[in-house]
Structure formats: C-alpha cells, structure tokens
C-alpha cells in the first residue's frame, strides 16, 4: 500500500511528546527516535481504523510508556528517500476525530527535512509495510 502526499507544516506537538518519551518510543520500535514528525498532506481522508491500515498497525499503549493516551504506529518506508525506514504515527484521540483527516505524521531516526533537505511543498512517497510484528491492542472505534 502506497501513500503520497505534500509536506507541510505542523503544530509541533510531536517534537514535545516525542521529547519526553523519547526513551520510550526507542525501545518500543528498537531503534532512535528523532523528536519530531513529518506532516504530510495527502489528497484524500486517512482512515486509520480501514482493515488494510489496522493489520499494519502497533499499538503502544499508555501504559507502556507513562503518557495519558495510546499511540498508533503503522511501520513504512519512504520510497523516493532511499527507502528511509520510519512510522505513520498518531495517538488514538486524533485518529477518532482529526480535524484535518487528510494529514499523516510520521517519525523516523532522524531528522527527515534536514537529512532530505525537504521544504513544504515536497512530495513524499511512503510505502506501508505488511503486517505489524505486534498485535494493535484493544478495539478501538
């Protein structure tokens, strides 16, 4: 399954929560995590709880790291990147109710504008990954 869309500028809230559970967000996916997302804009609505997404998905539970709300991964590449490995990523409240639906936000090892040298505007192609290696947890609709 294949996404494109558009960088664009975000809140900047993941590079707080990012931030501060950044331990946890490490061991979790066995890798670094740069703290901070990329937002893409894509040309229609993404419907995190659609079959194809939910058997991508890792669900990291509050529990598991000490936040106040559980966390969807989907594992991707991005394509036209040189196939840098990174995340689809969004706490389970935006998932139900974004009010921009059509945005994605992804994470990744490291800083993907300033390794890309990406600005708004640039097309990002990100690849979902087969089924996620854990289980998405509780039902969530």
């Not at 659609?50 to 669900?59: F, H, L, V, Y």
């Not at 790291?65 to 995340?87: S, T």
């Not at 945005?103 to 300033?114: D, F, G, K, N, Q």
Request: aromatic share 10%.
């Amino acid at each position: 399954m294949r996404l494109i869309g558009s960088v664009q500028d975000g809140e900047g809230d993941a590079s707080h929560w990012l931030s501060v559970f950044n331990a946890e967000y490490s061991r979790k996916l066995g890798v670094p995590v740069f703290p901070g997302s990329l937002n893409l804009a894509l040309p229609y609505h993404f419907d995190w709880f659609d079959p194809e997404i939910r058997r991508r998905s890792i669900w990291f539970d509050r529990s598991e790291y000490g936040g106040e709300r559980d966390i969807l991964l989907v594992p991707c590449r991005l394509a036209n990147l040189d196939n840098e490995p990174a995340w689809l990523w969004t706490p389970t409240t935006a998932a139900k109710d974004r009010p921009d639906p059509w945005v994605v936000e992804i994470v990744a090892s490291r800083s993907l504008r300033r390794t890309f040298h990406l600005a708004n505007g640039s097309i990002v192609e990100v690849e979902l990954l087969n089924d996620a290696p854990h289980a998405i947890g509780p039902e969530i609709e």
